[in-house]
């Protein structure tokens, strides 16, 4: 049985002196004892049934209720007055849904979702993750202060451990996203050791948008866009700033741009602001030519049209020079904004080193001193990278509609972008015209959909701007 002469394996004798062997230390352990481990475990329920009042104050009563309710009066009574309750919820949810989804239905379901994802997978999630800390052989976890729910997301506030710091989260939202099996998460900074998961449970802006309702008078510092992924409008800043739409080609960059030239109309139709137009694609921008007051189409041409955008920024400079240091557009000094589609063929495609040299001078100069005296430059590109278009950064606003690759939205949004859940590259191709901004006041970028702007959207555009 132990011995097998024709077997291969060699029998070492336990008295073999294994030559060289390691010493090997070995943490001592010490077992806990059992009553500890009990103690523990009551403390833990105890304070469970102290707390449990404060922190669920409806279901607890409810419970309790029931219970005096069925103790004192019968099971029978019991049961009827619950079928009066559901009966009286049903009317409240036929009659006022919204109320209702508000404080009940959402209610409820974010108990669900606090108890059924987030408190069960929090601690292996952010273990996992690598956010819990270790102090002295005790794991320190970051807490859950509430879970919330919205129509489209969930909303997880957090206080994190002493000496911890939000980006640590924003650092590894991939990972809590699929932790909780969310298609993203978003971390908003509250305060000190303060912080909000962002979870959306759903897409909101997977449906097209129609264009939108043109608004007058028209407010150039939050001209109506689209939709925020939480359901707020998505408004553009355009007076006072320049804009930069990047996207790869069928991103919906045309939708950007339309989006605004159609919230402008009204302001076109009575001369306070003015569009000109750059379409080397003669595609794009060539349906609303009515609308424009200049338009170009070939290298030389725009050319003309920037240095004429230029000289008329120039021109209002001096006049303004001692005297005015804001511009406010009128009649006599419109609003210029320089619509340039596909700004790259300007600065790096066109084959005439001239014409590059004279585009790139022209808009570095509009961009970096036109905000003051009323010329803003709206653009769109496809491609992000130094080589292609080395005055991005004059741009103080930019959208990142869907990216090639990771490293670009960081090259687009700015640093830090991607940390904090702006995902442009991985923006379905499904969805044009989806991207994410950065809103004044916050560094959290923002996911958004600019509207449609069909064919027949700007023919009509196009009959009011030229008054018809
Ligand atoms: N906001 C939007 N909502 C729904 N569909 C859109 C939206 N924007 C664009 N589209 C659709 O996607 C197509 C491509 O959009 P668009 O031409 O604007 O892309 P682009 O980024 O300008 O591409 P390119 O650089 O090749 O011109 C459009 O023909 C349109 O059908």
């Not at 108990?111 to 292996?124: E, S």
């Not at 005055?391 to 830090?416: C, H, T, W, Y």
Request: positive net charge; proline residues 6%; glycine residues 8%.
């Amino acid at each position: 049985m132990f011995g097998n002469a024709g077997s291969d394996v060699t029998q070492v004798q336990t008295s073999t002196r294994v030559p060289a062997e390691a010493f090997r230390f070995r943490t001592p352990t010490i077992e806990t004892p059992g009553i500890f481990v009990v103690i523990r475990w009551v403390y833990r329920l105890v304070r469970l049934v102290v707390l449990a009042p404060f922190r669920f104050p409806v279901s607890v009563g409810l419970i309790v209720s029931s219970a005096v309710i069925g103790h004192t009066f019968g099971a029978l009574v019991l049961a009827i007055m619950w079928s009066v309750a559901d009966l009286g919820l049903l009317v409240w949810w036929r009659r006022w849904p919204s109320s209702f989804r508000r404080l009940v239905a959402l209610r409820v379901l974010a108990a669900w979702r606090w108890l059924a994802n987030y408190q069960r997978h929090w601690q292996p999630v952010l273990v996992v993750a690598g956010l819990a800390e270790s102090y002295q052989e005790r794991q320190y976890l970051p807490r859950i202060r509430s879970v919330r729910c919205t129509d489209w997301a969930d909303r997880v506030r957090v206080k994190l451990v002493p000496g911890t710091k939000p980006e640590d989260f924003q650092v590894r939202v991939d990972q809590l996203a699929h932790g909780f099996a969310a298609p993203s998460c978003r971390v908003h900074v509250n305060g000190a050791r303060d912080v909000t998961l962002e979870f959306p449970r759903r897409d909101t802006l997977a449906e097209p948008l129609d264009a939108l309702p043109v608004e007058s008078p028209v407010d150039l510092r939050a001209v109506p866009m689209g939709l925020c992924e939480g359901g707020d409008p998505w408004t553009l800043r355009l007076h006072g700033t320049h804009v930069l739409t990047v996207g790869v080609t069928g991103a919906g960059k045309g939708s950007v741009i339309w989006s605004a030239i159609r919230a402008l109309t009204p302001a076109v139709t009575d001369g306070s602001v003015q569009v000109w137009a750059i379409d080397p694609k003669r595609m794009e921008l060539s349906y609303g030519r009515p609308l424009f007051a200049h338009y170009a189409d070939s290298g030389e041409s725009a050319v003309d049209l920037l240095e004429q955008a230029v000289s008329r920024m120039q021109e209002r400079a001096t006049r303004y020079a001692g005297k005015q240091r804001t511009h406010v557009p009128s009649a006599a000094d419109p609003f210029i904004v320089v619509v340039v589609d596909e700004v790259a063929f300007l600065t790096a495609y066109h084959p005439d080193r001239d014409v590059r040299r004279r585009a790139e001078n022209a808009i570095a100069t509009l961009t970096s001193q036109g905000r003051s005296v009323g010329v803003s430059v709206l653009a769109a590109l496809q491609d992000p990278r130094k080589e292609v278009m080395n005055l991005r950064n004059l741009f103080p606003d930019k959208i990142a509609l869907r990216l090639d690759e990771a490293s670009q939205v960081d090259m687009v949004l700015g640093e830090g972008a991607r940390e904090r859940g702006a995902n442009a590259h991985l923006i379905d191709p499904h969805l044009p015209g989806v991207g994410f901004v950065k809103l004044e006041g916050s560094p959290v970028p923002v996911r958004v959909r600019a509207a449609f702007v069909s064919d027949d959207d700007i023919t009509a555009m196009a009959h009011e701007g030229r008054g018809d």
